[in-house]
Nanobody, 115 residues
Framework: QVRLVESGGGVVQPGGSLRLSCAGS????????MRWYRQAPEKAREVVAT????????TYADSVKGRFTVSRNNANNMMYLQMNNLKPEDTAIYYC????????WGQGTQVTVSS
């Protein structure tokens, strides 16, 4: 069974940094594209970053380009999201996801950017 567990969220001031982690299990992590999503209060869920299996192709939402960096460690079935220069509009629940298995979501991790 596909399992996704996000961690690393918290409360930070504007300009601060956080590193989110995603642990995947129950699927062939090494061969699949992974994504980070986020959902802010009263807004639709949006794609933040996408990373292919080999990390050869990485894409970001325009709103996070230059501030967020996605990476993965296939040996440990982990994906990460380094978030720098955080802004209040980055406040959201962050989820990792395997596009190959659209029905499966983790519990998410809350990121709050506030002074």
């Amino acid at each position: 069974q596909v399992r996704l567990v996000e961690s690393g969220g918290g409360v930070v001031q504007p300009g601060g940094s956080l590193r989110l982690s995603c642990a995947g299990s129950g699927f062939d992590f090494n061969s699949l594209t992974m994504r980070w999503y986020r959902q802010a209060p009263e807004k639709a869920r949006e794609v933040v970053a996408t990373i292919t299996a080999s990390s050869a192709t990485i894409t970001y939402a325009d709103s996070v380009k230059g501030r967020f960096t996605v990476s993965r460690n296939n040996a440990n079935n982990m994906m990460y999201l380094q978030m720098n220069n955080l802004k209040p509009e980055d406040t959201a629940i962050y989820y990792c996801k395997v596009p190959r298995f659209p029905a499966y979501w983790g519990q998410g991790t809350q990121v709050t950017v506030s002074s």
